[in-house]
């Protein structure tokens, strides 16, 4: 078994226009400061880096692995959500996810497709570049308008999604396994990958690609009344990347999981701080031990309750006291026999003697 690393913290939601979030070297030390030991980097914040960048020359890589590394920090992945959410886009929301992409590529969905499958293969470069193994992303998504069957699906409908998920997704898998980088999608409501039967779908469509792997945020599983810790038991090989993030749900007799069109604060199911909410961390962080999950463990803030700055600095703690460090030994050890199992030697004759075959 391997004890979890961490704390780490997402950097996305902090970064801004005054100290210490108006840049890379500010922001990191600031963290450091509150206990983390590891930033997960948002690539579309020019603030953090510049991915082009980084991608193409392994000395820019280098400087910012060392502003990071000065902090007394590491970098635990890249984050490329908002341009793996560019990789597949229902026309309906074309003209919203345009926020996510250069003004350029606006009002031009192909173009824009084309500029999100570039930053995935600069990601891609930059990690290995980074000596980093894992890419945080979405999945994009096709079908999401159809995700509730009313008006009725088109017969074909959801495999021809699914099918198209998959062929712009391969290609990009490719170039990860090239980098020796896996490709993380976050199980997420209104990606086409929002639980464990549309993974186990998209994986079918990739070849079962080995770097189709899964970021674990067990607040989105709550909301969706998924038990997040069979997923665990489901999932746990492909599981690469882990956000320590909370929630909580409290339907009521006029809304549950849809909320009602109702903002973050009225909705019966909301995100909130860590330690706020219903997710029983301590279970999820003994599963992932027992199943030797090697990577980070990465606060991600969304609270519509508690400020950011609080939510980090309970954050740090919170994961430090939920990291089991693993035992390097079995507890019932003192009472073993050294038995050796070569059927040659006495211990096996003495086995079989207590098993009355001799």
């Not at 922001?27 to 983390?36: K, M, N, R, S, Y």
């Not at 824009?112 to 570049?129: D, F, G, P, V």
């Not at 490709?183 to 549309?198: R, S, V």
Request: hydrophobic share 40%; proline share 4%; aromatic share 12%.
């Amino acid at each position: 078994m391997t004890t979890i690393k961490g704390p780490g913290i997402f950097l996305a939601q902090f970064m801004g226009d005054k100290p210490p979030f108006h840049d890379l070297r500010a922001v990191c030390l600031w963290a450091e400061g509150l206990g983390f030991k590891g930033v997960q980097i948002p690539t579309l914040d020019k603030r953090c880096m510049d991915l082009q960048k980084a991608a193409e020359s392994k000395d820019y890589a280098d400087e910012i692995k060392g502003i990071v590394n000065e902090c007394g920090l590491e970098i635990t992945e890249l984050s490329t959500h908002l341009q793996g959410q560019l990789i597949a886009v229902n026309p309906v929301y074309d003209k919203l996810f345009d926020a996510f992409a250069p003004a350029a590529v606006h009002n031009n969905p192909e173009a824009r497709t084309e500029w999100a499958i570039q930053q995935l293969k600069w990601a891609a470069k930059a990690s290995q570049n980074l000596g980093l193994n894992a890419v945080a992303t979405f999945s994009g998504a096709l079908l999401w308008p159809m995700v509730y069957p009313w008006p009725q699906r088109t017969a074909g409908l959801v495999e021809t999604g699914f099918t198209e998920l998959g062929k712009r997704w391969l290609p990009l898998l490719n170039e990860f396994e090239e980098c020796g980088v896996d490709l993380c999608y976050e199980i997420h409501p209104a990606e086409d990958l929002h639980d464990g039967i549309t993974y186990e779908m998209f994986l079918e469509k990739v070849n079962h690609h080995a770097r189709a792997c899964l970021l674990y945020d067990p607040s989105h599983f709550l909301l969706q009344c998924l038990d997040y810790l069979a997923y665990i038991d489901h999932y746990h090989e492909r599981i690469k990347m882990f956000h320590v993030k909370d929630a909580e749900f409290n339907p009521t007799g006029k809304q549950g999981v849809y909320g009602g069109y109702q903002d973050w604060i009225n909705r019966a199911g909301r995100f909130r701080s860590l330690g706020d909410g219903q997710v029983d961390f301590r279970s999820i962080f003994s599963k992932l031990a027992q199943y030797d999950y090697k990577g980070w463990a990465v606060m991600e803030w969304e609270c519509c309750i508690k400020n950011a700055e609080d939510g980090a600095t309970e954050g740090a703690a919170f994961i430090q006291q939920h990291i089991i460090k693993v035992t390097e030994k079995a507890f019932d050890d003192f009472a073993g026999r050294g038995i050796d199992i070569n059927r040659d030697s006495g211990e096996e004759k003495l086995n079989r003697s207590l098993l009355g075959l001799e």
